[in-house]
T-cell receptor, first 110, second 114 residues
Framework: QKEVEQNSGPLSVPEGAIASLNCTYS??????FFWYRQYSGKSPELIMF????GDKEDGRFTAQLNKASQYVSLLIRDSQPSDSATYLC??????????FGAGTRLAVHP | DTGVSQDPRHKITKRGQNVTFRCDPI?????LYWYRQTLGQGPEFLTY????????KSRLLSDRFSAERPKGSFSTLEIQRTEQGDSAMYLC????????????FGPGTRLLVL
């Protein structure tokens, strides 16, 4: 079993819709959770981080964390074609390495 | 631009050659990380430094790989006797010595071994 699992997609949504991206992790000791966006050929760019159970909102993005279910999600409201990218979920047990999922490809079509 | 820089951005080499990559982290960041990413996968942790000390190495980091951070500032990653399987994007990230501190990634070095 992989430590961080994501659906590879592609997830296709129409412009203006809500995109929902999901991630599960295996290490119950994980403390920090991150969502990175990666455009083709580019490096990962931080979108959001979340440490506590519940929701965290930043603009059009909402991260949701449920430690009991070992589940993290990212909602993107009012999706734009520029949101089309691969979204990487990453988990950290502390202050060192990040464990990444393989990423979910999101395609927002006009 | 996160402020983390990497050089070169692209490298093509022949199998068996040695290559060296450089990473300059954000200046106030004392932690530096190396990751490797292959097509269709997320980045995989290779190693990390706190100041000049290399504190953790992944089992992915074979004997052909060596990383240094001699003065606690920039870091180098060397691959000796490159193999075609080493072809990947090599990513550097940095952060400060605080719990849960976000890692910021550089642009990466894309290596192609022929």
């Amino acid at each position: 079993q992989k430590e961080v699992e994501q659906n590879s997609g592609p997830l296709s949504v129409p412009e203006g819709a809500i995109a929902s991206l999901n991630c599960t992790y295996s290490d119950r000791g994980s403390q920090s959770f991150f969502w990175y966006r990666q455009y083709s050929g580019k490096s990962p760019e931080l979108i959001m981080f979340i440490y506590s159970n519940g929701d965290k909102e930043d603009g059009r993005f909402t991260a949701q964390l449920n430690k009991a279910s070992q589940y993290v999600s990212l909602l993107i409201r009012d999706s734009q074609p520029s949101d089309s990218a691969t979204y990487l979920c990453a988990v950290s047990g502390g202050y060192n390495k990040l464990i990444f999922g393989a990423g979910t490809r999101l395609a927002v079509h006009p | 631009d996160t402020g983390v820089s990497q050089d070169p951005r692209h490298k093509i080499t022949k199998r068996g050659q040695n290559v060296t990559f450089r990473c300059d982290p954000i200046s106030e960041h004392n932690r530096l990380y190396w990751y490797r990413q292959t097509l269709g996968q997320g980045p995989e942790f290779l190693t990390y430094f706190q100041n000049e000390a290399q504190l953790e190495k992944s089992r992915l980091l074979s004997d052909r790989f060596s990383a240094e951070r001699p003065k606690g500032s920039f870091s180098t990653l060397e691959i000796q006797r490159t193999e075609q399987g080493d072809s990947a994007m090599y990513l550097c990230a940095s952060n400060r010595q605080q719990t849960q501190e976000t890692q910021y990634f550089g642009p990466g070095t894309r290596l192609l071994v022929l």
